[in-house]
């Protein structure tokens, strides 16, 4: 039997498979990432649409200048979007269509 696992987007319910979600996470709610570059010490943070948790990590660099983070904001994106799907799945899977018993 052919296991299809189809995760649904918790925000507008969108169907696709774990690499589809995560590129529409990344393009579809770009809101719930925050990239910060006016600060000291330049950070991302991704927030999780379905609880008040929220993942910080500073960029890794000793000068995060503007044009790096503009040049690296699809990959902090990329990056930021796989660490919500991750919680997700951890912490939220029946609300992204995962059977909580399997
Ligand atoms: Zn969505
Ligand atoms: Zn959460």
Do not use: N, W
Request: hydrophobic share 35%; aromatic share 6%.
């Amino acid at each position: 039997m052919e296991e299809v696992s189809i995760l649904h987007c918790p925000i507008c319910r969108e169907g696709s498979d774990y690499r589809g979600l995560h590129l529409h996470l990344k393009g579809g709610h770009p809101d719930m990432v925050t990239i910060a570059t006016d600060v000291p010490r330049r950070y991302f943070e991704v927030r999780c649409p379905l609880c008040p948790e929220s993942y910080r990590q500073t960029l890794k660099t000793g000068k995060a200048t503007i044009e790096f983070v503009e040049e690296f904001e699809d990959d902090i994106r990329l990056v930021a979007s796989d660490i919500l799907l991750q919680h997700l799945i951890g912490e939220h899977a029946e609300r992204i269509g995962i059977p909580a018993d399997r």
